[in-house]
């Protein structure tokens, strides 16, 4: 996905709000944007990075 694309922003806008992600929640998006193909591709890629970074916590 282009982060620099309209529609796109506007997609990352809507998930932030939905979701109330946090300042580091949001850092990550950022990154993951540009390696993932669509909108649930990067649910699924937030969702994977989330439970990797808790099971490093244990």
Not at 28 to 38: A, E, F, Y
Not at 48 to 56: G, H, L, T
Request: net charge positive.
């Amino acid at each position: 996905m282009n982060i620099r694309d309209k529609s796109v922003l506007e997609m990352l806008n809507k998930l932030i709000v939905i979701n109330r992600l946090n300042k580091s929640q949001i850092l990550q998006m950022v990154k993951l944007v540009s390696i993932s193909n669509d909108i649930n591709d990067l649910k699924d890629n937030l969702k994977w990075e989330s439970s990797k970074s808790f099971n490093q916590n244990i």
